[in-house]
């Protein structure tokens, strides 16, 4: 199995973002253009320590994840992958991101939000231990506790 690695998101890597947000499913992540896209991005990569990593090898970038803190909370999102990747790796992906999280903030809990309809991601965090704390029209949010 080729090595996989998390590596902090730099500014060579906002075209292929943009790349995989425009070739998503609809009404899965938020709206964006390519000019928003990259401002937002450059903003947050030349703050330093963004919290945007991808996950790659030397042969493909399976995505993109990030965390930030909210009020002292910290959540995760913005979680795009390679629609060319495979299951197994896109869910490696997942955990070690996780981890990485609970690790870099020393927190108990991350939390996180997705799109209703969007029922393969949010079955795929339930059954890794994702507890639905509330949902509303158009979202279902998460709280994951680090014991799970």
Do not use: C
Not at 97 to 114: A, P
Not at 125 to 137: C, K, M, N, Q, T
Request: aromatic fraction near 18%; charged fraction near 30%; hydrophobic fraction near 35%.
């Amino acid at each position: 199995m080729k090595n996989f690695r998390l590596s902090p998101v730099v500014i060579d890597d906002i075209e292929f973002i943009y790349f995989l947000r425009s070739i998503s499913k609809n009404n899965v992540l938020k709206k964006s253009n390519r000019i928003e896209n990259t401002d937002f991005l450059t903003r947050i990569i030349s703050q330093g320590n963004s919290g945007y990593y991808k996950y790659e090898s030397d042969f493909e970038i399976v995505g993109y994840y990030r965390f930030y803190s909210i009020n002292g909370i910290i959540e995760i999102g913005s979680w795009i992958t390679n629609p060319f990747s495979s299951a197994k790796v896109k869910i490696l992906f997942d955990l070690k991101f996780k981890k990485l999280v609970f690790t870099l903030t020393k927190q108990n809990f991350i939390y996180f939000d997705v799109r209703k309809h969007n029922f393969s991601v949010w079955k795929h965090h339930e059954r890794f231990g994702a507890e639905l704390i509330r949902e509303d029209e158009l979202n279902r949010y998460y709280r994951l506790n680090k014991e799970i």
